[in-house]
C-alpha cells in the first residue's frame, strides 16, 4: 500500500487547511486500520494531530481538536485533514499514516507535503 | 498524556559500534505499546519497532528493541553510515499518541 498527501502547500493566515491523502495499492481495509496525521514543523519533532478509521471514528489530539476535521470517502480510498484558523505555528511538513490496528505502529507513510501558513 | 523522554539528544559514533537509545515514559506504557522510527532528513519516518521489541518487516536484525513499563531502549548493532537519523520513540497505549523529542546519530 502507498499513501500520497496532497493540497495546497501555502494558505494564509485565519484561514483553513485542507489536506487529501490517497490509498493506492491496496484495498482499504474495513476495521483493519487507523489512519493518521502527523506533522513536523521545521528543526522540532513529531506531532500527532489525529486519526479516523473506516467507519470514520476519529479522535483528536485535544491540543489540535478544536481546531482539526478529519473525514473519509472510502469510494475513493481517500482520508482528509481540516485544520481552521491557523497561525505561523502551524508550518510544518504534514505526513499521513496508517496504522494496523492488531499490530500497531505507523507502518506506512506518505512521503509528506510541506504547508506554509503566510499573513 | 503519556510524556515521553528520549536520551541522549545526540550520539557520535564510527561504523561498526553498537548504541543503545532510551525512551522513558512519564507513565506505564500499558501493553508495551511502544514503537521505534527512523527518519532521515528529506524522507518520511520509517517504523522499526512495534510493540517495544517486535521488528517491523523487513528490518535488519541490527535493530532490537526491548523494554516495558516505563524504560523502553532501541539498540543498534554493527552501525552502518546510512543509520545516520533522528530515532523516535512513539507510544500508542493511550490517546493522544505521543512522541519522543527524537534522539540524533551521527556516524563518525
Known amino acids: 500500500v502507498q499513501l500520497q498527501e496532497s493540497g495546497p502547500r501555502l494558505v494564509k493566515s485565519s484561514q483553513t487547511l485542507s489536506l487529501t491523502c490517497t490509498v493506492s495499492g491496496d484495498s482499504f481495509s474495513v476495521g483493519d486500520s487507523y489512519w493518521s496525521w502527523i506533522r513536523q514543523p521545521r528543526g522540532k519533532g513529531l506531532e500527532w494531530i489525529g486519526h479516523i478509521s473506516y467507519s470514520g471514528s476519529s479522535y483528536y489530539n485535544p491540543s489540535l481538536k478544536s481546531r482539526v476535521t478529519m473525514s473519509v470517502d472510502t469510494s475513493k480510498i481517500q482520508f482528509f485533514l481540516q485544520l481552521s484558523s491557523v497561525s505561523a505555528a502551524d508550518t510544518a511538513v504534514y505526513y499521513c499514516?496508517?496504522?494496523?490496528?492488531?499490530?500497531?505502529?505507523?507502518?506506512?507513510w506518505g512521503q509528506g507535503t510541506t504547508v506554509t501558513v503566510s499573513s | 498524556e503519556i510524556v515521553l523522554t528520549q536520551s541522549p539528544g545526540t550520539l557520535s559514533l564510527s561504523s561498526g559500534g553498537r548504541v543503545s537509545l532510551s525512551c522513558r515514559a512519564s507513565?506505564?506504557?500499558?501493553?508495551?505499546?511502544l514503537a521505534w522510527y527512523q527518519h532521515k532528513p528529506g524522507q518520511a519516518p520509517r517504523l522499526l519497532i512495534f510493540g517495544a521489541s517486535s521488528r517491523a518487516t523487513g528490518i535488519p536484525d541490527r535493530f532490537s528493541g526491548t523494554g516495558s513499563g516505563t524504560d523502553f531502549t532501541l539498540t543498534i548493532s554493527r552501525l552502518e553510515p546510512e543509520d545516520l537519523a533522528v530515532y523516535y520513540c512513539?507510544?500508542?497505549?493511550?490517546?493522544?499518541?505521543?512522541f519522543g523529542q527524537g534522539t540524533k546519530l551521527e556516524i563518525k
Open positions: 507513565q506505564s506504557v500499558s501493553g508495551n505499546y
Open positions: 512513539q507510544q500508542y497505549s493511550r490517546s493522544p499518541y505521543t
Open positions: 499514516a496508517r496504522e494496523v490496528v492488531a499490530r500497531g505502529g505507523m507502518d506506512v
